[in-house]
């Protein structure tokens, strides 16, 4: 004991056996030094050892084995014991000839109830960094979705053509009726310089069209032609291309460009109003813009309207029938501009769907059969070779879960 005492051992066990082992044979007369060299050589195999408090463990009882030997047979001079040898590791007979069940890092020194309290936190956690994932897919990967649907939108839409038809041609043929937009079709290029944008409108306001880009009201006439134009876009997902729509003032410049051609409109004014009220977008008799969008953001309780008035004469051609709207809810909510009782505006908003419900919840039961399974593979497989089989399962499962839950929340605008 002196001689470990005299220096301080090194940092970690490691270090403090072969340091041990270093300051012993330094201090040992080399005539002698033979006769301590299976004593070196059991501190390095203890010291190198995979699993070095297993194996030292395993030397202490073989000392204290030898102690007892020696006492009950008293001090007769015993051979040098060979290392001990550590129990070979457990093998899974049912992984293959020769696969080595790697051990997983459990919580040491916790009793049953704190071991499975330490459970129940680490699926806490796990619940909570899906919830972020979903919220990041919210943010970034609807975005990504909408510029891919605005990129085909883009090369899809066929703008006034910039060589016009001879005068004589147009005179005779009189002004041509304009055609109902398909649904789903590029009916519009919007610009908004004051707030950067550009997007291209697709034709409904459905959930699976606004998801593509701002979307036009079936029945209101499109940008520039007589009558309310009407335009409704998300503000914090799919790429919110109205996310900024509160940024504008009066007397800001909006542009729509059509098959018709170009028409400007410059803001009039803006208000937000109840969902049930859709009298924002009816006919006032003049020539205007109404873009809606929820208000306030990450919320679809009210609904936040720009109203924008046409420079100049509206483009040739009948403008399309405004509709009928549906019932008027109770006159306990506000009127709209018009004086006309509040209906239903943007409808859908604030529904959950159930027809997507089992799609989110199979999702859901593989991603938790994914997390059950990567115990068993990470004791069989390295962790390199086990994240490289998971990662890809993890990566498709969780965009599935991710747009099957999309699909089953509210859709807001």
């Known amino acids: 004991m ?6 301080p051992p090194a940092a970690g066990p490691d270090a403090g056996l072969e340091g041990a082992v270093a300051r012993l044979m330094d ?60 129990p070979p590791e457990p ?37 909570g960094c899906l919830l972020l994932v979903f919220l990041a897919y919210q943010w970034w990967g609807t975005g990504f ?9 883009r090369r899809a839409f066929q703008p006034a053509s910039a060589a016009p038809a001879p005068a004589g041609q147009a005179a005779a043929a009189g002004p041509s009726p304009v055609a109902a937009p398909l649904p789903g ?18 034709e409904g306001t459905g959930e699976a069209d606004l998801k593509r880009g701002p979307g036009h009201y079936t029945g209101s006439p499109l940008p520039g032609q007589h009558g309310n134009a009407a335009i409704a876009g998300h503000r914090t997902t799919y790429g919110a291309p109205f996310g900024r729509l509160d940024d504008l003032k ?48 990450f919320s679809a309780s009210h ?28 006159a306990t909510e506000s009127p709209g501009p018009s004086g006309r009782g509040p209906v239903t505006l ?32 990470r004791r069989r497989w390295p962790p390199l070779a086990s994240a490289a089989v998971l990662a890809p399962l993890w990566i498709g499962g969780l965009l599935v879960f991710c747009e099957a839950l999309n699909r089953f929340l509210p859709g807001n605008v």
Not at 107 to 124: E, F, K, N, Q, T
Not at 185 to 202: F, H, K, M, N, T
């Open 2 to 7: 002196t001689l470990l005492e005299e220096r």
């Open 27 to 86: 201090v040992v007369d080399p005539a002698t030094a033979e006769a301590f060299r299976p004593a070196v050589e059991l501190g390095r195999w203890v010291a190198e050892h995979p699993d070095p408090e297993r194996a030292l463990g395993q030397l202490v009882r073989a000392v204290a084995g030898s102690v007892r030997e020696l006492e009950r047979e008293g001090s007769e001079p015993v051979a040098p014991s060979p290392a001990p040898v550590l």
């Open 91 to 127: 093998v899974d007979e049912t992984a293959g000839v020769g696969a080595v069940v790697r051990p997983v890092s459990e919580p040491h020194g916790l009793s049953r109830d704190r071991r499975r309290l330490a459970r129940v936190c680490l699926w806490i956690r796990n619940a």
């Open 145 to 153: 979705e909408q510029h891919q649907a605005q990129a085909q939108l």
């Open 185 to 202: 079709s590029a009916v519009a290029r919007l610009q908004i310089p004051a707030i950067s944008l550009d997007e291209y409108v697709v």
């Open 250 to 297: 009066a007397g800001d410049t909006i542009i729509a460009t059509t098959a018709a051609g170009r028409s400007v409109y410059t803001v009039a004014d803006k208000l937000t109003v109840l969902p049930s009220q859709t009298s924002v977008v009816e006919d006032y008799g003049d020539d205007r813009l109404t873009l809606t969008t929820c208000t306030p953001k």
């Open 303 to 330: 609904r936040l309207i720009v109203v924008a008035m046409l420079q100049g004469p509206p483009a040739a051609g009948p403008a399309a029938p405004t509709p009928k709207p549906p019932a008027v809810a109770p």
């Open 346 to 377: 943007g409808g859908g908003a604030g529904e959950f769907h159930v027809d997507a419900l089992p799609d989110t919840v199979l999702a859901a039961l593989a991603l938790l059969g994914l997390a059950l399974l990567y115990r068993p593979l």
